[in-house]
């Protein structure tokens, strides 16, 4: 069966962005170097649904440099070395009734792993009497877009759930923190520095965190596989720009939406735990 708009229209709030996956239109939602591959979905009465077109990849020339050096401590020498960045990038575009995201996975020449989600569609809207704000006094929980039409506050939250297998599956967390130091010596110029204190996740309630209070680095590694110089293989998750909920603890919808209170959870992989956010948070 083909997937109507009405289906996903009637899909999206149950399973997010997979079934919600529109097709992609060359040369414009991906560029002219880009191949196309088609999805299979279950949907929510088990019926195998078919999405053409649903994946796109392509080599992506950013113009901006992956690596470069120039050394010029040779003795008579100027060594330069430049490297272009260009990612392989695997995309998909999500319809949530107003909303389309796009979802970029960027697989970089250095080894790094990149998500990206761009949001496009339509802003949330709701008419209100007034065509200027010199008209609003009242409080609308909003800004006023143009006339009649106010663009409701409210936020998103997205929600990567990451199964790594760093070199094989048994994992482990590691958060490393930097601590200021004293210096004990009297004697010294110096007053502080800083080192780093790492600590390996034991619990759930351990490797919970709330990012940007302290810099911290936070590492999968697979402590059975060793470096050449004995350090364990890992990755090492980068997070961009982040944010909380900015509602009280008591709050309903925040109770709802528990998971928004920390950034980042680690959990022991439990296979009935697919959903990182649970699974009815807007069906409630
Ligand atoms: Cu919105």
Known sequence: ???????????????GFGLSAVPLEPFKDCPENAVFMDGYLTGQDGTPGNISNVFCIFEHYTGDVMWCHTENSIPGAVVTEVRPEVTLVVRMVSTLANYDYIVDWEFKQSGSIKAVVGLSGMLEVRGLNGTHTDQIQEEVYGTLLAENTLGAYHDHFLIYHLDLDVDGEANSFVNSTLQTTRVRDNGSPRKSYWTVASKTAKTESDSRIQLGLKPSELLVVNPNKKTKVGSPVGYHLIPGLVVGSSLSDDDYAQFQ????????????????EKWAGGLYVDQS
């Open 1 to 15: 069966m083909d997937l109507t708009e009405e289906w996903y229209y009637r899909t999206f709030l149950e399973y």
């Open 257 to 272: 939406g528990a998971f928004t209170k920390y950034n980042v959870w680690v959990t022991p992989y439990n296979k009935s």
